[in-house]
């Protein structure tokens, strides 16, 4: 699916999720350390900040939402200017050449990963050497963790933990990184702690909803009964 050009920038976009099952199951969330130490080269920095700016909307929106076109040029830093050259549309383009979004031609509905891919062979080959050789690390880290299941459960752990306290998903998976789990589960735990807190904290809406709705048949019955 390729996305048309576009020959200027629209006043807003309707912005809606792209699944693919391989790539939201094995790859990077837009603003964790690996897009952001090894995509960045690749991409660009106006394009991975569009795309993390992209993805923090679906993730407090994640029916969709609707982008301010010039708004979001503004915030990038790329200002604003009309005509297929413009930056925004420069940097939606760069995105698009990626596979990272596409444009749907039949309305003004833009379709967004929600995670990277890692780096294929060819692009890894376009990092710089100690680039290269950190990717490599990487990947061998990644490999070679025989108490990997261990580790992804304390990970996981610790990342709802934080969640309770208030933390963010970027600030959760940087704080495991810190506390030196590696990328693959610290993403992997920061997205089950996640999922489990949002979960959580609808299961308690939900009951403070229920007991309201008790009180207030509660309150009904008892001034019926006062009236009969």
């Not at 708004?71 to 297929?84: D, Q, Y």
Request: glycine fraction near 6%; aromatic fraction near 6%.
């Amino acid at each position: 699916m390729s996305s048309p050009v576009l020959t200027s920038a629209p006043a807003a976009l309707t912005v809606r999720p792209w699944p693919d099952e391989v790539i939201d199951a094995l790859g990077h969330d837009p603003r964790s350390p690996y897009v952001e130490r090894f995509w960045l080269s690749i991409l660009g920095p106006s394009a991975t900040w569009l795309l993390r700016r992209l993805v923090a909307g679906l993730e407090s929106q994640p029916a969709g939402f609707e982008l301010p076109v010039d708004e979001t040029a503004r915030a990038l830093g790329l200002g604003v200017k009309a005509g297929r050259h413009a930056p925004i549309v420069r940097t939606l383009a760069r995105c698009s050449q990626f596979r990272m979004i596409h444009l749907d031609p039949r309305e003004p509905v833009l379709l967004v990963r929600r995670k990277l891919p890692p780096l294929n062979r060819s692009q890894v080959a376009r990092l710089s050497d100690a680039l290269q050789l950190a990717h490599r690390e990487w990947q061998d880290a990644e490999l070679l963790r025989p108490d990997a299941e261990l580790a992804l459960g304390r990970a996981r752990r610790l990342a709802l933990s934080l969640f309770e306290l208030g933390e963010d998903v970027e600030a959760t998976e940087r704080q495991l990184h810190r506390w030196r789990f590696g990328p693959g589960i610290a993403r992997q735990a920061t997205a089950w702690a996640w999922h489990r807190h949002r979960q959580a904290a609808a299961a308690a809406t939900a009951d403070a909803a229920d007991a309201t709705d008790a009180d207030a048949a509660d309150a009904a019955d008892a001034a019926e009964g006062e009236h009969g």
